[in-house]
């Protein structure tokens, strides 16, 4: 099935913890889940490597210590699937969207960024989730070799202009102020250049 024309494709990035989920939970709920979709990239490859491994899917969504002890060998199994084919898990989930706004929640490659732009490229608005470490800490994260300094963490540090960047360190009043803002923009239909 091919997906719907969005009118707004956000695509979010950001480092563990930074509360990418939270933020885009709230733009979702804003906007209304007949308006906009959460996509996630992760949840087809998710889905596909709990079946292959026989685990539990639906654990593997989740933000606890299950996902955390599959974490490295779903990310290098992942890789793999990439190498075959960079957009195989940006096709799969998009497949079914159908809503005129898509926010894509866990953009974590070029490929990623460049696959969105390629398909949809005057709609795409890159958007950077960013918190502190001892913010991050708070929320539970602790630097771990072999993820944090993966392309899965770090792959889009650098080579990507942010459209629009979001600090989210726990104060309600400016994450209000800049998820305003971003609204805006979406709900006008503005293209940033």
């Given amino acids: 099935m091919t997906p719907a024309q969005p009118r707004s494709v956000l695509l979010f990035s950001g480092k563990r913890k930074s509360g990418k989920d939270y933020v885009t ?23 596909q490597y709990a079946q292959d491994h026989h685990l539990d899917y639906e654990e593997l969504l989740g933000a606890g210590q299950y996902k955390e002890s599959y974490r490295a060998d779903m990310i290098h199994w992942g890789e793999m699937k990439r190498q075959e084919d960079s957009g195989f898990f940006c096709r799969l989930a998009v497949k079914n969207a159908a809503q005129p706004i898509w926010i894509i929640s866990d953009c974590r490659r070029l490929s990623d960024v460049h696959w969105f732009q390629k398909e949809f490229p005057d709609q795409c608005i890159c958007v950077r989730v960013e918190a502190s470490e001892k913010t991050r800490s708070q929320r539970g994260w602790s630097f771990t070799s072999g993820i944090d300094d993966a ?43």
């Fill in 25 to 47: 939970d709230l733009l979702q709920k804003r906007l209304s889940s007949e308006m906009c979709c959460i996509l996630r990239l992760s949840a087809p490859l998710k889905q």
């Fill in 151 to 193: 392309e899965s963490e770090c792959g889009l540090d650098e080579g990507v202009k942010f459209d629009w960047i979001i600090r989210n360190d726990e104060d309600d009043d400016v994450l209000e102020k800049q998820l305003q803002g971003l609204l805006s923009l979406v709900t006008h239909g503005m293209k940033l250049n």
